[in-house]
């Protein structure tokens, strides 16, 4: 594949734009044979109770060796009750064990990392945490947007080893730690599949939690919505089997939450969809016709059949011009007619298009670009549109993209259309809010800096008479938890205090 192939393909997939998707995973080549934790114990801080996230990071790296209190957990003893590993700050293998997606959470060191074999590793974790006053987050595939997945000062939990899959009667059962790709290339052996994001090393954990939009989400429903059932480890160390008949406030509450609110899942099953053919097709406008695009773009989202599905890409050049583009998919196999009705409804003809058919796996390695990738540092934020955008935000839409364009600031706006499947409560319900919402935008730029900032910030100026809130997914720093939830707050809260009435699960990203 060409790099400009490359690029294009990643740009198609629905939050890939420019970054590509890197592996997390441990590195480390030469980890050290057994845990060897220190005999020094760490300081234990919770983060002051917030509603809003913070726009840094969360902490700086601590260069001084941990604090001795009388109260210090023994290390000791719970990495020997372990079938996994406990990687402290001394133990080798640590700087690639506490290493997320985004380089730029590297500098926040958690006190430990704890790399659980099993679902009883959890709860010890779990337990271990609790009794001495840590902060956990738990870790799937590492890719958090805001670093959510590491904590200084406390214990981050990867669950990354629970990946163990198997499939019987429709049913994918998989651990929490799955990635995306190898999800894919599990399940085509039994030809089957499964809506999800398009990113390979993605967690199967956190994109299901927060949601899970791809390029099925019409046809067939988010990932959270095909959920069947989950173990889970609640927060006073208690395994549970939550379905829509078993504590389905709790399983109704993790589909759409979010990760690392109201317990560490371990398993997930899944009922899985057909691995068919997809037709692609990939259309190009001039910038000249911008407006034009998304106006027909809008009514697409809206009018076009379940099996078809398209995002619309509007990224920032670095000769400062705009590039416009739709890359849709049609699950009967064939993009002919939805191509040929996106553009009626543009009102224009595409400058390019390229129509295409691939097997399953061969689409899944299209739109992540291949079975992995390296790791990439960005920043991004999202708006959930309420509905269809009026003329003025379209060109204030527009014009936020053109800005980035002109200051050289690598930028994208990434529409990706809801409805159809999506639109429905599954059985057993949910907490995803945005049932009834035309589209998520999604604002990224590989600039991390200002410049990223200041285009991000202008984006939601732009839309915010459009907006709904945020996709928890692309989680935001400097923005009010509750803006993610919508109209399920409520209900999240009344889990919140059920299943977690100490606020043990405690981040200035999580519930309260
Ligand atoms: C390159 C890239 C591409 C993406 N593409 C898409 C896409 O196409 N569609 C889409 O919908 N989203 C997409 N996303 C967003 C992605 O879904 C979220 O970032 C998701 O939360 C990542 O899950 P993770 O397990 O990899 O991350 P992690 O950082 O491990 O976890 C994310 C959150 O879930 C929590 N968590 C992790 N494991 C567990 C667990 N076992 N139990 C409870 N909580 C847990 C963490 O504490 C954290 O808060 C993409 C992200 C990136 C970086």
């Known amino acids: ?87 402290l700050p001394s133990t080798s293998g640590y700087a690639a064990a506490h290493q997320l997606f985004n380089p730029r959470w590297d500098s926040v060191r958690p006190t430990a ?39 200084a000062n406390g214990l981050q939990l990867d669950v990354g080893a629970l990946k163990g899959m198997s499939y019987a009667n429709g049913v994918l059962t998989v651990g929490a730690g799955a990635r995306l790709y190898d999800v894919h290339a599990f399940l085509d052996r039994y030809g089957r599949s499964l809506p999800t994001g398009t990113c390979p090393t993605v ?3 956190g994109l299901t939690l927060g949601g899970g939009m791809g390029i099925h989400t019409r046809t067939y429903g988010l990932t959270c919505d095909r959920v069947v059932s989950m173990g889970v480890v609640t927060a006073d160390g208690k395994a549970h089997n ?32 057909p691995a068919t053919k997809l037709g692609f097709f990939r259309l190009t406008w001039p910038e000249s016709q911008a407006a034009a695009v998304v106006n027909g773009w809008q009514k697409f989202a809206q009018s076009a059949p379940t099996t078809v599905w398209g995002n619309l890409h509007i990224d920032a050049k670095s000769n400062g011009t705009l590039s416009i583009r739709v890359l849709g998919v049609s699950t009967t196999g064939d993009g002919t007619a939805a191509a040929a009705q996106l553009e009626s409804f543009v009102g224009a003809k595409a400058s390019a298009r390229t129509l295409s058919v691939k097997s399953h796996l061969e689409a899944v390695q ?26 003025a935000t379209i060109t204030g839409l ?13 930028a994208s706006a990434i529409l990706d259309p809801l409805g159809g499947q999506a639109a429905k409560e599954p059985a057993g319900g949910s907490s995803w809010p945005w049932r009834s919402a035309l589209a998520v935008i999604q604002w990224y730029s590989s600039a991390q800096g200002t410049s990223a900032q200041t285009f991000i910030s202008n984006g939601h100026r732009a839309v915010r008479s459009s907006s709904a809130g945020g996709y928890v997914n692309y989680v935001e720093s400097g923005r009010a938890v509750s803006s993610y939830y919508g109209a399920s707050a409520a ?21 309260s």
């Open 203 to 205: 967690g199967v954990a």
């Open 113 to 151: 990392v704890v790399k659980a074999a099993n679902p009883a590793d959890v709860q010890k974790a779990v337990n271990f945490a609790r009794t001495n006053k840590l902060v956990l987050v738990p870790k799937s595939g590492g890719h958090s947007y805001v670093g959510a997945s590491t904590i």
């Open 366 to 391: 299209y739109l992540g670009g291949g079975t992995t990738s390296p790791r990439q540092g960005f920043l991004a934020g999202s708006d959930v549109l309420k509905g269809p955008m009026d003329a």
């Open 242 to 273: 939550v379905s829509a008949t078993s504590e389905s406030d709790l399983f109704a509450a993790l589909r759409g939450s979010g990760g690392g609110n109201l317990g560490v899942v371990t398993s997930f099953q899944f009922a899985t969809i």
């Open 398 to 410: 527009l014009g936020a993209v053109k800005a980035a364009a002109r200051a050289g600031t690598p």
């Open 491 to 511: 209900k999240l809260q009344a889990a919140k205090k059920k299943y977690d009435p100490a606020n043990f699960f405690h981040t200035p990203y999580t519930l």
């Open 1 to 87: 594949m060409s790099l400009l192939d490359r690029r294009t393909v990643l740009i198609a997939g629905v939050a890939v734009t420019l970054a590509g998707c890197g592996d997390s995973k441990d590195s480390s080549s030469t980890p050290s044979p057994s845990p060897t934790p220190s005999a020094t114990a760490p300081s234990s801080t919770t983060p002051p109770p917030s509603t809003t996230v913070p726009t840094t990071p969360s902490s700086t790296p601590s260069t001084s060796a941990p604090t001795l209190t009388s109260t210090a957990p023994n290390w000791n003893t719970f990495a020997s009750s372990l079938k996994g590993r406990v990687y």
